[in-house]
């Protein structure tokens, strides 16, 4: 049998990191940035005022109470602007440009609010509630570097900076397709050996939340002809294809049936509990990664997150490798078969436990849904006794 870590780095060795595109700021949320973003202008590009108040000059306001003319009144977006004389106050917004000649602006709340005269209560120091050009961003500077994954403050720098397109590489577009001719669509009644599709809505969410873009195709049945035409039809939009089902030994493996002889896709057992039959390859003129995943929804769900995870992350051209661990200590005895490294389903606490869930079996989706970890039981390990310190991957 095939080694966990010897299958994901030949998936890893096969993927390849998109190519990057300039796209438009509304496409560019959870994309990897390729480029180093700088500002052109300082930010803020103008001193400002933080409050709502008066410019003045802090000599004016030393002693208090003092009482100011009120010459003019300027809100954010004012573009011409009266210098500030003495004893002169300026009415000013937060985020306004402050005039010339004053030094400090006193917020409103310090102040009896007048508009043709103020009276001035408290004193303020030079350079009182201004925000000064170029404090957040000098001209020039690097705002971002490549590598950066752009979520929401990212996306608002990259806007702040003036730009409206950024080069980075796009959201990798995933097909998740099942196959069994026993799925039924969740939401229409089952007929006799039927059972609902979860697996595609598991895949298209774990692709999702993988921080790529997720299609999820029409479920095929058990004819590996039906299949092949269905992953044609859908190739055009991937950039890589998983599948769940039609992998194992049966007599309808529409998967293995179809891809095998393409000689791309290879078939193989890999050593591991739940997850042992996998396949990956390429298809199509463009070399689509394609993963065919087993068909048992805990074992699909399990292959994704130690092989399509990874690949993902690769495609986004961040680092991809084993998924991360931490050490936990087990509350209950565990058991795994000789040889293979078991992936148990565990709930993981704050103090640092973690409790196996009840239902250990490929098939015991309910059972997952109530996990939050599993528990990385090595090839070379058969039995764990409780209270022993474990590695866990956080689901
Ligand atoms: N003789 C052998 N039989 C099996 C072996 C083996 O080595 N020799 N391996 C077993 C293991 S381990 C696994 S895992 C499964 C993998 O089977 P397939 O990938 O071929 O998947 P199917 O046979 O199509 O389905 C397996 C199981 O999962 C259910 N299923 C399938 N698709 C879905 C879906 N979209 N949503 C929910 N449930 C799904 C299906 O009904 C079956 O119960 O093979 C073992 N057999
Ligand atoms: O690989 Mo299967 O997942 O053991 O049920």
Redesign the pocket.
Same mark, same amino acid.
């Given at each position: 049998m095939k080694s966990v870590d010897a299958h994901l780095a030949d998936i890893l060795a096969t993927v390849r990191p998109l190519a990057p595109l300039e796209l438009e700021l509304e496409r560019a949320l959870g994309t990897t940035l390729a480029e180093e973003v700088t500002s052109p202008v300082p930010l803020p590009p103008f001193d400002n005022s933080a409050m709502d108040g008066y410019a003045v000059r802090a000599a004016d306001i030393e002693q208090v109470p003092a009482r100011l003319a009120v010459v003019d009144d300027v809100a954010a977006g004012s573009r011409e602007l009266r210098a500030v004389g003495q004893g002169h106050a300026v009415r000013i917004m937060t985020g306004a440009p402050v005039p010339a000649g004053a030094d400090t602006v006193v917020p409103v709340e310090w102040t009896d609010g007048g508009t043709v005269t103020v009276t001035i209560d408290r004193s303020a120091p030079a350079g009182y509630s201004i925000r000064r050009a170029g404090e957040d961003v000098q001209a020039g500077e690097i705002v971002l570097k490549p590598g950066t994954v752009i979520g929401a403050a990212q996306l608002g720098i990259i806007a702040g900076v003036g730009r409206r397109r950024v080069r980075a590489r796009p959201l990798p577009r995933v097909v998740v397709l099942s196959t069994g001719a026993e799925l039924a669509e969740p939401g229409t009644p089952l007929q006799p050996g039927q059972i609902w599709d979860s697996n595609s809505f598991t895949l298209t969410a774990a692709v999702r939340e993988a921080g790529a873009e997720a299609f999820r195709a029409t479920t095929v049945n058990d004819d590996p002809a039906t299949f092949l035409d269905q992953l044609d039809a859908q190739l055009v939009r991937a950039d890589a294809v998983v599948t769940s089902g039609g992998v %194992?030994m049966g007599a309808y493996e529409p998967v293995k049936q179809a891809l095998g002889p393409l000689g791309t896709v290879h078939f193989e057992r890999v050593a /591991?509990? @739940? &997850? /042992? @039959?996998q396949g990956f390859g390429v298809v199509g003129e463009d070399q689509v990664p394609i993963f065919a995943l @087993?068909g048992?929804p =805990? %074992?699909s769900f =399990?292959s994704f997150m130690l092989f399509v995870r990874p690949a993902l992350r690769k495609m986004r051209g961040l680092p991809a490798g084993f998924p991360e661990t931490v050490e936990a200590y087990v509350i209950g005895a565990l058991r795994s078969p000789a040889g293979r490294r078991s992936f148990l389903r565990g709930v993981l606490a704050d103090d640092g436990t973690v409790t196996p869930v009840h239902g250990q &079996? %490929?098939?015991q989706l309910a059972a997952l849904a109530t996990a939050n970890a599993l528990i990385v039981v090595p090839e070379d390990v058969t039995e764990v006794p409780s209270g022993t310190a474990v590695q866990v991957i956080r689901l």
């Open positions: %194992s /591991m509990q @739940p &997850g /042992m @039959p @087993p048992n =805990v %074992s =399990v &079996g %490929s098939h």
